[in-house]
Structures are given as structure tokens and as C-alpha cells.
């Protein structure tokens, strides 16, 4: 029997798609699944008469793989991983490969980098972005791990990731846990992106009184514009939706959002590192609010709401004002999240290409976005660049909508409608730029009440002072931090 080109564990929707996928493009593909009925269930099914090998036991599995063997796991992140890995590891010889394609931590990818080695193995772990869609048509796809395993993956990677301008949305992102790392990071400025939609849209709805119908037209217009992206692009096709009572089918949705946690790792990754990704951290701490549904409610009751404004201004000019804060904003998000890459890739002696990460999200992935070529480019004309914010298109970009920016938080606040990701953004970008802040109020404080020093302005940096304040502390001082 002919050898598969590739095995694949785990035939939920992004298994199954990933393998239609590599068999379109040429690939034979075997495939196995715990429960073996979904293995016979999508051989007689999606998979009928074409290109792919259904296998019942990890044995039969690799034994149907052509030399050096390529095997993905594309099951649930965590322990399920390992227990795979370790079931393998006694099939397989040295020069094989294994393949994580699900959303694990990146200290996992980084220990199993290792660990595989150690074995005589390589080891990818390998972000997917895209959803079902994008796994069966065109996905996003970050490698990182052990490089020498790069060349024997690459062609069935860039054969069936998405295209921009005829190139792959993937290339190797680094060593070790890189790739996942990027691909936390991806997830991060998505959970920033929907929160600032979600911002526009509550602002269209309560203070501004436009109906689903009018919202969805705004949103349709925005995607032909500078926000043209597949996340404004879904927000217009969900507005325009409609229930079989006619009623459009958003305003009968629970508003309690969920998450799988790659969020959360993006905003204590940025906390591990000293890295102030504050609309990210917002943008988690507002799904989590909005899951006290039931004290939210009873805390109207007793708090009350916003307060009745009267709004100035015409219709149009706050909706251009909501467009300059999103876009504003989603700047900030990016430049955000290009910092913690930075940090990170210094922090772990990564080599990451920015260019590239960029451009390996312009197609394929939940974030897709022209505003990402713009990214490219940023990066391509200055590859270390400290702030996205410096260059000089984003610079521009940020200073022609910040009149319009701060017209919409200030109608936020006063319309006591939440809005913290403008906020958030908005503070940043002020803060950002400020040649002053009053952390020397706060350092005085440190070292008032616990000898923690400060430096002065009129001194060289990295000389400490400490100021007996009360006259009985005494010149001891405490330990330095830094972050």
C-alpha cells in the first residue's frame, strides 16, 4: 500500500478540515481518532474515495506514514498532548516528527521542544488560525519548535495555508515555543478586536439609538474602508441576521461571553514580562464581567443607569467619531502586541521576524485585516522598531483620529455606557507620549513607607537614593526591583 505523506490524531472539525484540506492539495493523509467510529464515520463520509488512510491503532497509523514520519496532533490542549507524545515516542525512530497543532500554552511547546530531543525527535508546536473555514480552505499557520524539522514540513504548510498576493500565511516564527507564543498573542488582539467592535456597536445601540438595520450598513460601509477586516466583515452579517420573528437575532443572544483561556495567557504573559497590554487585559476583564449576568442585573436595580444626555452633534459625525476610535484603538491594540512579541523574543533569544508575522496574519486567520499590510511594511522599513505607534503611517493615523477618538469616550462616559478598550487605548496612547508622569509621587511614596529608594533627575540613572521622611526610619533601604 502507498505511504501517507502525513498522519493526523484527532478528527473533530479542524482535524477533519486540516486533512480535506492537505488532500487537495495533492497529499495522502492517514488518520486516527480514539474513538475509532469517527475514523470509519469520516473515511465513509467527507472523506469517501478520496486520498486519506483511516487507521484503528496508533501502530497502524505509523506504520502507514512514508519516512521520516510526520505525525499532528490536533487534539485538545494540555495533558491529552503529552499522553500522546509518550505514546508515540515508542513507535517512532529517530529523525520523526510530531506536530501540535492545537492551542497549547507556550512554556508546553517550549518543554516538549526539549523533551522530543532528548528522544532523537522533533517537535513542532504550531499555531492554526482560521476557524473551520479557514481549516479547510486556507488557515494561518505559525510554526515554531526545533528548526531542523521546518524543511520537512514547509511544503505541505505552505501548500495548504492561506494566500496574500501569492504568499503563504505561514513561515517558521522561531525556536521552541514560538510559534504558540505568536499565536497567543494572535488570540490576545482578537479578544481586543471584538471588544472594540462590541464597544461601537453598544454605543450605535444606547446612545446613539440606531436600529440593527442602520448599524449593519455602518459596519458593511467600515469593511471597504482602512477598517476593512473579516471581523467587521462577520459584525455586518450578524447585524443584518434576522429571527423568525423578523426581530434581528443579535438582540436575542445572551450577553455573557465566554473564553478558552488564550486571553488570559496573552494579559499574564504581558504582566510576566512588564509589558503594559492594557486594552488586551480590558478586553479579558470584560468578558468576565459581563458573566455576572444575574448580579449586573440586581446592581441596576439598586445603582441605576447611565445617566439621559442629550447628544451633539449629527448621527454621521458620531459614527465617524466611533470609526476613529476603533481604528485609533485597534493601533494601540497591535502595538500592544507587537511589544510583547518584542519582549518576549528578548526575553527567550527568539529570532522573530515582525514582517512576517504580520504578514502570516493578513489571510487565513480571525484577525485578517488590511490594516496588517500596513504592519508589514512598518516592520520591513524598520525591523526593530520599539512602538508601532513611531512609525511614521501609524503616527499620522493615530494623530488624524484622536479628535474623534476622545469625542467617543467622552460620549461614553457621559452616557455611563462602558467602554473600556477605548479607554483603556486612549490612556495608553496619552501615557505613552507623556515626557512626565507621576511615578515620582509614587516612588516617593515606595520609599516613604518602605525604603524601597528612588532615582533623581539631577543624578545618572541606576544611582538610588533614600530619604529618611519621618526623621525615625533610619538609611537602610530595601531590595530594588525592576520589572
Same mark, same amino acid.
Given at each position: 500500500m502507498e505511504k501517507a505523506d502525513i498522519g493526523l490524531i484527532g478528527l473533530a472539525v479542524m482535524g477533519q478540515n486540516l486533512v480535506l484540506n492537505m488532500v487537495d492539495h495533492g497529499y495522502r493523509v492517514a488518520v486516527f481518532n480514539r474513538s475509532t467510529n469517527k475514523v470509519d464515520d469520516f473515511i465513509n463520509g467527507p472523506a469517501k474515495d478520496k486520498t486519506v488512510i483511516g487507521t484503528h491503532t496508533l501502530e497502524e497509523l505509523v506504520q502507514s506514514l512514508d519516512k521520516p514520519r510526520k505525525l499532528m496532533l490536533m487534539v485538545k490542549a494540555g495533558e491529552v498532548v503529552d499522553r500522546f507524545i509518550d505514546m508515540l515516542i515508542p513507535l517512532l525512530e529517530r529523525g520523526d516528527v510530531i506536530i501540535d497543532g492545537g492551542n497549547s500554552h507556550y512554556p508546553d511547546s517550549t518543554r516538549r521542544t526539549a523533551y522530543l530531543a532528548e528522544n532523537g525527535l522533533h517537535f513542532i508546536g504550531t499555531g492554526i488560525s482560521g476557524g473551520e473555514e479557514g481549516a479547510r480552505h486556507g488557515p494561518s499557520i505559525m510554526p515554531g519548535g526545533d528548526s531542523d524539522a521546518w524543511p520537512l514540513v514547509k511544503d505541505i504548510f505552505q501548500s495548504i495555508a492561506a494566500k496574500v498576493d501569492g504568499e503563504p500565511c505561514c513561515q517558521w516564527v522561531g525556536q521552541e515555543g514560538a510559534g504558540h507564543f505568536v499565536k497567543m498573542v494572535h488570540n490576545g488582539i482578537e479578544y481586543g478586536d471584538m471588544q472594540l467592535i462590541c464597544e461601537a456597536y453598544n454605543l450605535m445601540e444606547s446612545?446613539?439609538?440606531?436600529?440593527?438595520?442602520?448599524?449593519?450598513?455602518?459596519?458593511?460601509?467600515?469593511?471597504?474602508?482602512?477598517?476593512?477586516?473579516?471581523?467587521?466583515?462577520?459584525?455586518?452579517?450578524?447585524?443584518?441576521?434576522?429571527?423568525?420573528?423578523?426581530?434581528?437575532?443579535?438582540?436575542?443572544?445572551?450577553?455573557?461571553?465566554?473564553?478558552?483561556?488564550?486571553?488570559?495567557?496573552?494579559?499574564?504573559?504581558?504582566?510576566?514580562?512588564?509589558?503594559?497590554?492594557?486594552?488586551?487585559?480590558?478586553?479579558?476583564?470584560?468578558?468576565?464581567?459581563?458573566?455576572?449576568?444575574?448580579?449586573?442585573?440586581?446592581?441596576?436595580?439598586?445603582?441605576?443607569?447611565?445617566?439621559?444626555?442629550?447628544?451633539?452633534?449629527?448621527?454621521?459625525?458620531?459614527?465617524?467619531?466611533?470609526?476613529?476610535?476603533?481604528?485609533?484603538?485597534?493601533?494601540?491594540?497591535?502595538?500592544?502586541?507587537?511589544?510583547?512579541?518584542?519582549?518576549?523574543?528578548?526575553?527567550?533569544?527568539?529570532d522573530l521576524n515582525y514582517g512576517e508575522i504580520a504578514l502570516m496574519w493578513r489571510g487565513g486567520c480571525i484577525?485578517?485585516?488590511?490594516?496588517?499590510?500596513?504592519?508589514?511594511?512598518?516592520?520591513?522599513?524598520?525591523?526593530?522598531?520599539?512602538?508601532? %505607534? @513611531?512609525?511614521? *503611517?501609524?503616527?499620522?493615523?493615530? #494623530?488624524?483620529?484622536? +479628535?474623534?477618538?476622545?469625542? &467617543?469616550?467622552?460620549?461614553?462616559?457621559?452616557?455611563?455606557?462602558?467602554?473600556?478598550?477605548?479607554?483603556? %487605548? @486612549?490612556?495608553? *496612547?496619552?501615557?505613552?507620549?507623556? #515626557?512626565?508622569?507621576? +511615578?515620582?509621587?509614587?516612588? &516617593?511614596?515606595?520609599?516613604?513607607?518602605?525604603?524601597?529608594?528612588?532615582?533623581r533627575i539631577d543624578k545618572q540613572r541606576g544611582e538610588f537614593f533614600h530619604t529618611d521622611w519621618t526623621g525615625r526610619g533610619g538609611k537602610v533601604a530595601s531590595t530594588i526591583y525592576e520589572v
Open positions: 446612545a446613539l439609538g440606531m436600529s440593527c438595520d442602520r448599524m449593519q450598513e455602518v459596519f458593511e460601509r467600515w469593511n471597504s474602508g482602512v477598517l476593512d477586516s473579516y471581523l467587521i466583515e462577520i459584525t455586518a452579517d450578524i447585524l443584518a441576521m434576522k429571527d423568525e420573528d423578523g426581530e434581528p437575532l443579535v438582540t436575542k443572544i445572551l450577553d455573557t461571553a465566554g473564553q478558552k483561556g488564550t486571553g488570559k495567557w496573552t494579559a499574564v504573559s504581558a504582566l510576566d514580562l512588564g509589558v503594559p497590554l492594557t486594552l488586551i487585559g480590558e478586553a479579558v476583564f470584560a468578558r468576565v464581567l459581563s458573566s455576572l449576568k444575574e448580579e449586573r442585573v440586581r446592581a441596576s436595580q439598586i445603582l441605576g443607569t447611565g445617566p439621559k444626555v442629550e447628544i451633539t452633534g449629527s448621527e454621521e459625525e458620531n459614527i465617524l467619531a466611533l470609526h476613529d476610535a476603533l481604528y485609533a484603538s485597534k493601533i494601540i491594540s497591535y502595538a500592544q502586541g507587537f511589544m510583547l512579541m518584542h519582549e518576549a523574543a528578548r526575553e527567550h533569544g527568539w484577525i485578517r485585516s488590511k490594516f496588517l499590510g500596513n504592519i508589514k511594511e512598518a516592520y520591513d522599513a524598520n525591523p526593530q522598531m520599539e512602538n508601532l %505607534a @513611531l512609525d511614521r *503611517f501609524f503616527t499620522e493615523a493615530l #494623530k488624524s483620529a484622536e +479628535a474623534g477618538w476622545r469625542k &467617543a469616550v467622552t460620549l461614553a462616559v457621559e452616557s455611563g455606557i462602558p467602554a473600556p478598550a477605548f479607554a483603556s %487605548a @486612549l490612556s495608553y *496612547f496619552d501615557g505613552y507620549r507623556s #515626557k512626565r508622569l507621576p +511615578a515620582n509621587l509614587l516612588q &516617593a511614596q515606595r520609599d516613604y513607607f518602605g525604603a524601597h529608594t528612588y532615582e
